[in-house]
């Protein structure tokens, strides 16, 4: 699933060419990708000037003149492309500009468009019980210690809850983990203030390096410009089981937590 970085990438990729211009012509090849497209929004959308993208949690926003927000969502194995050479079946949304075409290509079509005034965004149902961005200077390790407080459930587990941190997903907790050097398994309450000192600028990191390579490519995920990410080959623990620790003489271990697969060096990570 394309996570918080991959949307970031897609949201500066669209950007460089969409920010600023008016849509000339809005086509759908469906009436619903997760669930169906508004009712009105060929109608709402044509004609209509893109005043700025940004990203909210997993999120792609475009805001345009007319004070709405388009809402985008990529699901398991959505992207933009721009200016494809060939109409390809899973194509389901085009926005055209005088010198652009924007195409949502979803296979799976588990993503979503939806379409809100701009000024009542935070209101929005997906949007309204988000906890604070991890890019933001909203997350700090008092945050995470009060959300933590008490709470017998794995720090990995509560990592994944959008309404503590917006946007984490699988890959960047297990790596953020590892260079904090904490257990994904331990009770989150029992997390050190130390240590948490320590995951939020690891969190950071692992982020921000994640936009400068363009992404982790995993199954179907690529950029708006077909460029493929590689952030994936500085995975320190993420989907390498059995391999050494780069960090220790530990070896990498895979346990399920939650129904969903967690790397970690159970010698470093403590």
């Avoid at 949007?127 to 210690?145: F, R, S, V």
Wanted: hydrophobic residues 40%; contains cysteine; charged residues 25%.
């Amino acid at each position: 699933m394309p996570e918080l970085p991959e949307v970031e990438t897609t949201v500066r990729g669209l950007a460089r060419f969409l920010d600023g211009a008016r849509i000339e012509r809005v086509a759908l090849a469906r009436a619903d990708l997760r669930r169906p497209f508004p009712v009105d929004f060929v109608q709402r959308v044509t004609g209509a000037r893109v005043t700025g993208l940004s990203r909210r949690a997993k999120y792609g926003l475009i805001a345009l003149d007319r004070g709405d927000t388009i809402i985008f969502h990529l699901g398991m194995s959505g992207r933009w492309r721009i200016d494809p050479s060939e109409p390809d079946k899973h194509d389901h949304l085009s926005l055209e500009t005088a010198d652009h075409s924007f195409t949502l290509n979803d296979p799976r079509r588990f993503g979503s468009v939806d379409l809100v005034a701009t000024d009542a965004l935070d209101q929005w149902p997906g949007i309204a019980a988000l906890g604070p961005e991890p890019l933001g200077d909203a997350l700090t390790p008092p945050h995470l210690g009060a959300a933590f407080a008490g709470r017998r459930q794995a720090i990995k587990l509560l990592l994944l809850d959008q309404r503590i941190v917006a946007g984490l997903g699988n890959i960047y907790v297990c790596e953020a983990l590892f260079m904090a050097r904490i257990r994904p398994t331990k009770a989150a309450g029992s997390v050190s203030r130390v240590a948490l000192a320590r995951l939020v600028p690891a969190i950071r990191a692992v982020l921000l390096q994640s936009i400068e390579d363009g992404g982790s490519t995993l199954r179907d995920y690529a950029r708006p410009d077909g460029e493929l990410g590689y952030f994936a080959s500085r995975f320190a623990v993420y989907d390498r089981e059995d391999a050494p620790c780069p960090r220790c003489p530990g070896t990498i271990r895979r346990i399920v937590q939650g129904g969903r697969s967690t790397w970690y060096c159970p010698r470093c990570q403590r």
